[in-house]
C-alpha cells in the first residue's frame, strides 16, 4: 500500500510540476501548493536521497553479510551527509511549513530549506538553523540585485 501511495504522490506531483515548469521554486510556491503536491515533494526528495545513497552503498551482494555491509555503508553515508535516518513525511512536511511561514525565508529555494529541515530533525540548534537560514537570505538578495 505505502508503494501505491508514494507513486501515485510522486506522479501527482511530477505532473503539477511539469505543468508549471516556468515556476520558481521557493516558499511562495510551497506555500500556494496544494497538499497532495508538498507530500509529493516530501516523498520525492526523500527516495531520491535514500536512492542516491543506496545506489552508492550497493555491492551486488546479497548474503547476509553483504546486506549487513550494506546497512552499515548506508548509516556511514546518512551521517556523513547529515541526512537523517528515521523521520516521517509528516514530520519533513512541517518542518517545510514551519520554515516557510516566516516571510524572510520565502525567497529561498526548495533544496535549500529542505537541507535546514534535515538539519533540524538532526538535532541541530535553531540558532545553526537561522545562521543557515540568513546566509541563504543574503545569497537570494544579491542575486535578486544583480
Same mark, same amino acid.
Given at each position: ?49 535514500? !536512492?542516491?545513497?543506496? $545506489? ?7 548474503? %547476509?553479510?553483504?546486506?549487513? /555491509? @550494506?546497512? +552499515? ?19 519533513? !512536511?512541517?518542518?517545510? $511549513? ?7 525565508? %520565502?525567497?529561498?529555494?526548495? /533544496? @535549500?530549506? +529542505? ?32
Amino acid at each position: 500500500m505505502r508503494i501505491i501511495t508514494v507513486v501515485c504522490c510522486t506522479l501527482l506531483a511530477s505532473a503539477l510540476l511539469c505543468a508549471q515548469s516556468d515556476s520558481v521554486w521557493d516558499g511562495s510556491w510551497w506555500n500556494s501548493a496544494p497538499a497532495a503536491v508538498r507530500l509529493g515533494f516530501v516523498i520525492g526528495w526523500s527516495e531520491a536521497r535514500y !536512492e542516491t545513497v543506496a $545506489d552508492m552503498c550497493d555491492n551486488g551482494d546479497t548474503s %547476509r553479510s553483504g546486506q549487513a /555491509q @550494506f546497512n +552499515a555503508c548506508v548509516q556511514k553515508t546518512y551521517k556523513a551527509l547529515s541526512i537523517p535516518a528515521n523521520y516521517t513525511y509528516g514530520q519533513f !512536511e512541517d518542518g517545510m $511549513d514551519r520554515l516557510y511561514a516566516d516571510y524572510r525565508n %520565502r525567497l529561498i529555494p526548495l /533544496q @535549500f530549506i +529542505a537541507e535546514e529541515v534535515e538539519k533540524q530533525i538532526n538535532g541541530e540548534s535553531d540558532q545553526q538553523i537561522e545562521t543557515g537560514l540568513e546566509a541563504y537570505r543574503k545569497a537570494v538578495q544579491q542575486t535578486q540585485s544583480q
